[in-house]
């Protein structure tokens, strides 16, 4: 067999179905629109998915729809009970509680290292990311202030290269996410945190450590305090409720 032909027979062998590549498509796409629903809260813990409407209304075989559901059980976002169904995983308080006792313990330190050699790069970026966190707590965005919130924290360990933190606090947010989001619908909370992540950026750009470092308590302590209040008031919603 000649070189052309050997790479022929290998590319064969290698290129995907087409029928293989559009069905994970379709999955990919089913994946997603579950995955945004049971994070914004549009699909509540503890509520039936129904492959049956799903695929109807998105005009998909069961094919794509059971792979999203799978792929989103290995995320722990969906529970699967055999002759039962398929439901949207519920939170466990435990889980919740033990990431954000991690992430502030880091974040916290992150804050203070940052105030005392932070790049003015930095401060300026973290203004533009206040007035833009105004901007969308005075239009009620939700989405928009946790897109520039999740930025905001990220951005401060970025600027001071901590990538192995970086990985780790990325990790926490994932696990945190579904909770965060829910947590921005209480009236005022936006405003609030627009304030709080103010108080933080004071300390920064004073170049105070300790100032940086309690605002960055507070605000991830206020921010704790609201994940428990919301969840005795909404006991369903959680695995492991004392």
Do not use: W
């Not at 914004?40 to 039936?48: A, D, I, K, R, V």
């Not at 290292?113 to 970026?125: C, G, N």
């Not at 933190?165 to 947590?183: K, M, N, P, Q, V």
């Not at 308590?217 to 005795?232: K, N």
């Amino acid at each position: 067999m000649d070189a052309s032909a050997h790479h022929r027979s290998t590319a064969a062998v290698q290129a995907p179905e087409p029928a293989t590549a559009k069905r994970s498509s379709k999955a990919g796409h089913v994946y997603h629109e579950i995955k945004e629903a049971i994070l914004s809260g549009l699909l509540e813990p503890g509520s039936p998915i129904d492959k049956a409407e799903l695929c109807e209304r998105l005009g998909m075989s069961r094919f794509p729809v059971t792979t999203a559901i799978n792929r989103l059980a290995y995320d722990r976002l969906v529970v699967i009970e055999p002759q039962h169904g398929s439901f949207v995983a519920k939170i466990a308080l435990s889980d919740v509680r033990e990431c954000m006792l991690i992430r502030t313990a880091i974040e916290a330190e992150i804050a203070a290292v940052a105030a005392e050699r932070a790049p003015r790069a930095l401060i300026d970026d973290l203004n533009r990311n206040l007035r833009y966190e105004a901007a969308a707590a005075d239009a009620d965005d939700r989405p928009g202030l946790y897109a520039l919130d999740v930025a905001f924290h990220r951005s401060i360990c970025d600027s001071l290269g901590l990538a192995q933190a970086g990985i780790i606090l990325d990790t926490l947010r994932s696990h945190l996410e579904r909770i965060r989001r829910i947590l921005m619908t209480p009236p005022g909370r936006m405003a609030s945190t627009v304030e709080e992540h103010r108080a933080i950026v004071d300390g920064m750009s004073t170049g105070d450590p300790d100032a940086a470092r309690l605002a960055m308590r507070r605000h991830l302590a206020q921010t704790t305090a609201l994940f428990d209040s919301f969840a005795q008031q909404n006991p369903t919603l959680f695995s492991d409720l004392p």
